[in-house]
């Protein structure tokens, strides 16, 4: 009677996905990139995008021009994204806005888009005698004089939380007069965000809540 075959000791032969299991395991997508690592790299793409001119709108200015942004789907992708990202690192992800209030005009470019992105409304603030029906007023100084923001009576709930976006912050007497008119509807001003700062005019130091902006400042 003959001796029956020894069972193999091979692991290949007797578990086929001993040796390839480990294979597998390099093949895996790689680790998608940290918020923060994100974020750096969009800031990169978008601060170099800016074109500049020196001695505008007055002498001594050296202004930032962001429309080039908008002329490019991908960058104006990016400016969403990139504030999105900027937001939530300001905020915190559980302390997303109720209301995003864009300033007139350049506020109204990236406003509604960044308000969908994060769920939440959008709401303008115009000069005087642009938007219909009830409204508050703020006044402001501008370097040849004054002039007054509107908001609609009705666009904002006590106790909702608002965060007010503009491409720049010069003097701050703007988005000052802004956050006042939140005050007079009962909101609660979260912070502001601007895509750029012109740090010597110190126009951060009127405004009655944090401030960030996106990219390098001047």
Do not use: C, W
Request: no cysteine; hydrophobic share 40%.
């Amino acid at each position: 009677m003959s001796n029956p075959l020894p069972s193999s000791t091979d692991p290949a032969k007797q578990h086929p996905d001993a040796t390839t299991a480990p294979q597998e395991r390099l093949r895996l997508p790689p680790t998608p990139p940290t918020a923060t690592s994100e974020l750096a790299s969009l800031k990169i793409r978008l601060q170099s995008s800016l074109r500049q001119f020196p001695d505008f709108p007055s002498k001594g200015i050296l202004f930032e021009d962001i429309l080039p942004i908008f002329a490019d789907p991908h960058l104006h992708q990016d400016l969403i994204r990139a504030l999105e990202l900027h937001v939530q690192d300001h905020l915190g992800i559980a302390e997303k806005p109720d209301i995003i209030v864009g300033l007139e005009a350049r506020g109204f470019l990236f406003g509604p888009s960044l308000a969908l992105r994060l769920g939440a409304g959008f709401v303008p603030v115009r000069k005087r005698g642009k938007l219909p029906g009830p409204t508050e007023t703020a006044e402001y100084e501008k370097e040849y004089g004054q002039d007054f923001f509107q908001i609609q009576a009705d666009a904002i709930k006590p106790g909702q939380k608002v965060l007010v976006v503009d491409d720049i912050i010069a003097t701050g007497g703007s988005a000052a007069a802004a956050g006042s008119l939140i005050k007079k509807l009962g909101g609660v001003t979260q912070g502001y965000i601007f895509i750029i700062e012109l740090d010597f005019l110190k126009g951060r130091d009127k405004l009655d809540a944090s401030v960030s902006t996106l990219l390098s400042s001047q």
